[in-house]
């Protein structure tokens, strides 16, 4: 049995319209190099019925996302039956960041996220929590859950990625501009054209991640009652770890390496990572489904009814048919 009393605890934010699902533990997990990562554990109910649980699901946020805006969802994982373990990426939300300003998003290399994930798998998934085990990333974190099942082929039975970063649309471009900054700007220097929003977000009709204003009005109450769950905008170092594991993940033969079964959902008129880009490499996973939704934006975990029915209904369908 996990002992969460060797851990510090860490907080959570809640609101009226969003609130933790119950039997669920938060705390620090101190990295190997003394980073702080929250995480986030809840556990199924146990009844007569289900005596016993189906298995462990790890879900993980995208870029500047933060585990509160997933409780709707572990919740959904938890009414099926699964344990649910989720934790902020260094850098972001509430874990410990790597530079004095806390609202950049700065990272040197992707490997840290991947050395991140490798100990949750190894000091706390592995040794306590029961396979089948089902990795699930959405955006940056469907990138760095790629890289895991590539990494780690014996650890997952399952994957879904949601609308994984793959790729941009201006990928030249930001390759230029971090190439220039690197002769007279810091690492830590906002990357020139990231337009940082200075803590000030999106009104609905100008957001670009979902077409559920109540979802999205949701995250945006946490945001206001926890301002330090965000991050203003994206850091040259940031740019240069994103273009160096674009690199990794699109060498030749990489992707066909991974023989795990993938759910793999993609939103054609995608504005934040390029759908066109995430098609190419899914098409070259041995064991993938690929879902495409045309009417959505990034975020399916966070859109409309209506959409999310349809995304279910698949999940469901891939544990149903394989565990």
């Known amino acids: 049995m996990f002992n969460y009393s060797k851990y510090e605890k860490a907080p959570l934010i809640q609101t009226k319209n969003i609130q933790s699902p119950k039997n669920g533990q938060i705390f620090y997990y101190n990295a190997s190099d003394n980073i702080k990562i929250r995480v986030g554990i809840w556990s199924p109910i146990i009844t007569k019925k289900n005596k016993t649980a189906r298995g462990t699901i790890l879900l993980q946020q995208g870029h500047n996302e933060f585990i509160e805006k997933y409780f709707e969802v572990i919740q959904e994982f938890l009414d099926r039956g699964f344990y649910v373990i989720c934790f902020d990426w260094r850098g972001q939300g509430m874990s410990g960041r790597m530079i004095k300003d806390k609202n950049k998003a700065f990272i040197k290399s992707f490997d840290l996220h991947d050395g991140d994930l490798n100990e949750v798998l190894t000091n706390i998934i592995k040794p306590f929590f029961p396979k089948p085990l089902i990795g699930i990333g959405h955006s940056m974190g469907g990138c760095l859950m790629l890289s895991a099942f590539h990494d ?21 471009f930001l390759r230029s501009i971090s190439s220039v900054m690197n002769f007279f700007k810091n690492d830590s220097d906002y990357l020139i054209g990231s337009s940082p929003n200075m803590g000030i977000e999106a009104n609905f009709e100008n957001n670009d991640l979902t077409t559920d204003s109540y979802r999205y ?6 945001i206001s009652k926890q301002p330090s769950l965000r991050l203003w905008g994206v850091t040259n170092a940031f740019a240069k770890a994103i273009n160096e594991r674009f690199k990794i993940i699109r060498r030749k033969g990489w992707a066909e390496e991974i023989n795990l079964k993938i759910l793999v959902f993609n939103n054609t008129k995608d504005r934040v ?31 409309q009814d209506i959409y999310r029915k349809r995304m279910w209904a698949e999940i469901d369908q891939l544990l149903s048919k394989n565990l």
């Open 217 to 222: 009005k949701r995250t945006q109450e946490l």
């Open 152 to 172: 780690h082929k014996n650890e997952f039975d399952l994957g879904v990625l949601s609308a994984p970063m793959l790729g941009f649309k201006n990928e030249k």
């Open 273 to 303: 990572v390029d759908a066109s880009k995430i098609n190419s490499i899914a098409e070259r996973l041995v064991n993938k489904k690929i879902i495409i939704f045309s009417n959505t934006e990034h975020e399916i975990f966070m859109e």
